[in-house]
């Protein structure tokens, strides 16, 4: 750390002060409400590291109505000593020579502030006047204004009214105290923004955990005070405010590799989003950097290397990525180091390449230390399985999109499988039958109305729910053939625009085989079209439980309430026939009951209909047996009312 003892001749006198009242923007880089606020960060920079070092713990700053500013710290004190080859006061060259300090000199300070780092003098410099006191033991005192070279006719600023003053006042305080009236005739505005202030000193009183930060705005008499005993757990339990996090403590550590400083804190939420905020030396990275990119690899490495080891991870399963990873992930990043060098559009990436192996190493480090730690092992648990859910849907929404590829060219090839189609070319009339098995896949195609009735016919057990992931469903025949026959497309390229069936109807057998494939469907277009849902184009048909027939005449019932009726109405000697299935009705049967827009009744999916059939299939199709069996135990009354109650409900 800094040495105790600080000599004056530390200091590498560079530069004078005219350059920068000459061109500021080469200083500060702008010389908006930007730059302005700079010139206030350059003196809170100069504290915080006093802080950082250890030997402040309070900052205090004050916005006075006459719009100077100020901040105090109770640190050691700016040297006050003569500085032996200037041969003035410690206080009059940090405040008077360009990159003064020990701050640019790597042996005699540790961590310097980068894009801050430019200084007092700069502050200084672009000041109308600006006022330093020194506690140690007694006050001292200097000041400095700017004044019109008559000379010259320019405006010199920053310059000493009087050599640097032991007033000889005691005092009790430690620390240096600065206050500054920034000059009109160089920012555009000279008005505070409050927020602003207040937003970075939250953010430093965070970064830098214990110190206490009061702000204190004198026009409006707004106090603030930030003072973090966590530090960037804090900052990490701050940012997930409101959100529902999946483990009550955040992962934390700090350590220090080749000379780099770096402290990490991280915390999933159940959100879907990430959101790293990086810092070094205090300075957000926005762009991030090597430090982030070796701190993303770490905990991918990391998280990778203990699923593992408690077999979560399987030897025949893929790593999980960073982006599984960071799916609700909140985390800060902050480290400490020398010479920095920022890179990127804004300047706030950081571009030195020794960050990022340190970086990572000590990540993976200290995650390993901590994933030793018996009672955090839960939380390491979580943080894997919250990624497993992130990996799963990711693989889904890749096929989902080599289908969608596919299913193009798909389109453009003349149809494979089984589909009858129509002859009418308005899509607005247009139906499709999606049906259970090939018998009556036949007798709809004899029964229907060809101009506007298309047919798509679904093998006998087409599809063994069960055992069929998703993705591998989407590989199926017909459901390849679903979507061309639709011609929407799937996943992001659908497009209701191409619809060519304004119904698709889903016509199955009222068992568990017929309740399965049903639901299958519905979650397949609840996954990848789900607008065919929303705009109300799926449709359950209904085909009859019960044929009641005497003579001639036959009339059909739909559940057991209104067979009682069918039965009374038709009278003694009828013979009722139960239909198992579609098949076991002929074309005539199958058009009357359940295909003539006249006659036969459909049920409209909802998208909730099509939510709960989501739901159920990872129970149907998950690794779940017991919960499976239970739930097909439960519901296996598969009764026409019953089933679809189940998705409706
Ligand atoms: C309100 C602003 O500037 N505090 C402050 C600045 C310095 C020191 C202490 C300090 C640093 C060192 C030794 C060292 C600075 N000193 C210099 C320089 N608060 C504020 N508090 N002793 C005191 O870095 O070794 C620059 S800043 F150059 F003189 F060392």
């Keep these: ?60 700053i004050v916005i006075y109505a006459d719009g100077s500013a100020s901040v105090e710290d109770n640190g050691r004190g700016i040297p006050t000593d003569i500085h032996s080859k200037a041969g003035v006061s410690g206080v009059q ?22 894009l801050h780092g430019v200084g007092a003098s700069v502050t200084n410099a672009l000041s109308e006047w600006l006022e330093v006191e020194v506690y140690k033991n007694t006050v001292y005192k200097m000041s400095f204004k700017s004044f019109l070279d008559k000379e010259t006719g320019k405006i010199r600023s920053g310059v000493p009214v009087a050599p640097l003053k032991d007033t000889k006042e005691k005092t009790k305080k ?26 970075r000193i939250k953010e430093l009183a965070f970064l830098n955990k214990g110190l206490e930060i009061n702000f204190h705005d004198e026009r409006t008499n707004i106090y603030h005070r930030f003072k973090y005993e966590g530090g960037i757990v804090d900052f990490v339990k701050y940012l997930n405010e409101g959100k529902q996090t999946l483990y009550p403590e955040p992962l934390y550590a700090q350590a220090e590799k080749d000379g780099i400083l770096v402290e990490f804190a991280i915390q999933h939420t159940t959100a879907y989003v990430d959101s790293i905020c990086s810092y070094v030396n205090n300075i957000p990275t926005g762009e991030g950097g ?19 080891e408690k077999n979560i991870l399987k030897d025949k399963d893929d790593n999980l990525l960073g982006d599984d990873f960071k799916e609700g ?26 960050a990022r192996p340190a970086v990572e190493y000590v990540t993976v480090n200290e995650l390993e230390t901590l994933t030793k730690n018996k009672k955090l092992s839960k939380t390491f648990e979580t943080i894997i399985n919250k990624a497993m859910g992130a990996a799963k849907v990711r693989l ?45 896949g036949g007798s709809a195609k004899k029964a229907r109305d060809r101009r506007y009735q298309a047919i798509l016919p679904l093998r006998g057990k087409p599809l063994n729910v069960e055992k069929k ?42 068992d568990v085989d017929g309740y399965h494939i049903r639901i299958l469907l519905l979650t397949f277009f609840f996954r990848y079209m789900k607008d065919l849902i929303n705009e109300g184009h799926v449709y359950i048909g209904m085909p009859p439980l019960y044929g009641v027939k ?53 049920i409209r999916v909802t998208i909730e209909d099509a939510a709960e059939a989501d739901r159920l299939i990872t129970i149907l199709m998950g690794d779940e047996v017991t919960e499976r069996k239970k739930y097909i135990f439960e519901n296996s009354d598969f009764n026409r009312e019953d089933t679809f109650a189940k998705i409706k409900r």
């Design 290 to 308: 090597m430090h982030e990119t070796g701190f993303r690899s770490g905990l991918t490495r990391s998280f990778n290397d203990f699923a593992r």
């Design 329 to 354: 992930l909140t985390a800060i990043l902050s480290i400490k180091m020398k010479n920095v060098q920022f890179e990127g559009q804004t300047k706030t990436k950081l571009g030195n390449p020794e």
């Design 1 to 60: 750390m800094a040495k105790n003892t600080y000599k004056a001749e530390d200091i590498k006198i560079l530069e004078g002060l005219d350059a920068v009242r000459t061109r500021p923007g080469m200083y500060i880089g702008t010389t908006s409400v930007k730059g302005l606020h700079h010139i206030l960060w350059e003196i809170v920079d100069n504290a915080v590291d006093e802080a950082a070092n250890g030997y402040a713990n309070k900052i205090d």
């Design 174 to 199: 430690k620390g240096t105290f600065v206050r500054f009236m920034p000059d009109a005739r160089v920012f555009e505005t000279i008005v505070w923004n409050a927020d602003t202030i207040v937003k």
């Design 396 to 440: 889904a929404a890749k096929k989902a999109k080599e289908i969608a590829r596919a299913s193009k060219s798909i389109e453009a090839q003349t149809l494979v499988g089984k589909l009858a189609s129509c002859s009418g070319r308005k899509p607005e009339l247009n139906e499709l039958f999606i049906v259970e098995g090939d018998s009556a």
């Design 93 to 114: 060259v940090v405040f008077t020579q360009l990159h003064a300090g020990g701050k640019f000199d790597s042996d005699s300070y540790n961590y310097s502030g980068g």
């Design 469 to 510: 992931k998703l993705d591998q469903i989407l590989q199926n025949e017909e459901i390849r053939t679903i979507i061309s026959a639709l011609g929407t497309g799937i996943g992001s390229e659908f497009d209701i625009e191409n619809l060519k069936y304004h119904k698709v109807i889903i016509l199955s057998d009222a």
């Design 550 to 602: 005497k003579g001639k005449t036959e009339e059909y019932a739909y559940d057991d309430a209104e067979l009682k009726k069918v039965q009374e109405k038709v009278g003694r000697g009828a013979e009722i026939q139960r239909y198992k299935g579609l098949g076991e009705m002929d074309a005539s049967q199958l058009w009357e009951t359940t295909m003539d827009p006249e006659k036969r009744s459909l």
